[in-house]
């Protein structure tokens, strides 16, 4: 009745065993390699939990059966007279146990002996149960060990990891970054006060990282204004930076809070090389503020679609 219970100690520990192999492979492989194992422990805990809570309740069954057979016992060797008819009426169960090995339940002796036969075999098994318990918590404990271990490699892989991709990223955006030219002679453009104050606003906004990534931005806008491909929009820069949906004055409004002068010097100085002076530090038509494939990054914004 309870070799399930061997079984399934067997086969948790079995899997303790397969699991406990792979912890090395996982070291040596990636953080996700390790969570998956993890996980697969994690799994074989609760099989293993599961098994001690069946195994539980196995045992205070068995115990409580025990109990109501001393019980039993103790009727018979205090009451020789009524012993017999207690041992009839205590449970239809008990007395097709007793039948087995009591041909003749008057004879009080010979149901004393069966009864303490029981006990002892319900000792046994309840001893074999609770052994299969320890068992199993000791192979839950190696399991949960394998678990901190794994944990404390997966921590240290991400880190490892983390550390990897931000190289590999600071590699990458390095790469990235346009050894920018800047030319003069381009159109220039005068605008009042209030006009240039807007200017000043929206170009901030989109990169107020430094001077050349502001210079960036009004280029882009200059750019747009000679290009035959963005006329529809205006042919001057702030019409360009005013266009429906393409830059932060027609998608948000964090820009107003730039308005009034709110910027640094040197948007204002960047803006003011483009528009007065023809300024320019490349030539591309549009940006974002991540990086696609051909992009190159200014500033903090990455520009493509180079003007023909």
């Known amino acids: 009745m309870y070799k399930r219970f061997l079984k399934l100690s067997s086969a948790a520990a079995a899997l303790s065993m397969c699991l406990s192999a792979n912890v090395n492979t996982a070291y040596a492989e990636t953080s996700a390699s390790v969570m998956e194992a993890i996980s697969e422990k994690q799994e074989a805990v609760d099989t293993v939990d599961k098994d001690i809570k069946n195994i539980e309740k196995r045992i205070s069954s068995a115990e409580n059966v025990a109990e109501q057979y001393k019980n039993l016992l103790s009727e018979l060797k205090t009451d020789t007279n009524k012993s017999s008819l207690k041992c009839i009426s205590i449970s239809t169960v008990y007395n097709s146990l007793l039948s087995y090995a009591v041909s003749d339940k008057s004879n009080n002796a010979a149901m004393s002996k069966a009864v303490r036969d029981m006990i002892d075999s319900q000792g046994n098994s309840i001893a074999e149960l609770k052994e299969n318990k320890q068992e199993l918590l000791d192979e839950k404990s190696k399991i949960e060990n394998d678990i901190s271990e794994l944990n ?90 005013m266009a429906p949906s393409q830059f932060c004055y027609s998608i948000d409004n964090y820009w107003r809070r730039r308005l009034n002068g709110n910027v640094s010097q040197f948007v204002k100085d960047a803006v003011n090389a483009a528009l007065s002076d023809g300024i320019r530090n490349h030539n591309y038509l549009s940006f974002r503020g991540y990086y696609t494939e051909g992009s190159v990054c200014i500033g903090d914004n990455y520009y493509f679609n180079s003007m023909n």
């Open 152 to 241: 404390e490699r997966y921590e240290e892989l991400r880190e490892e990891e983390e550390e990897t991709e931000k190289k590999k990223a600071e590699e990458e955006a390095a790469s990235r970054v346009s050894s920018t030219t800047v030319t003069g002679g381009h159109n220039t453009y005068s605008y009042s006060d209030s006009e240039l104050n807007l200017i000043y606003a929206i170009v901030g906004q989109e990169c107020s990282s430094n001077y050349e990534g502001a210079l960036a931005v009004i280029s882009c806008a200059c750019n747009r204004a000679v290009s035959s491909q963005w006329s529809s929009y205006g042919s001057d820069p702030l019409s360009q930076l």
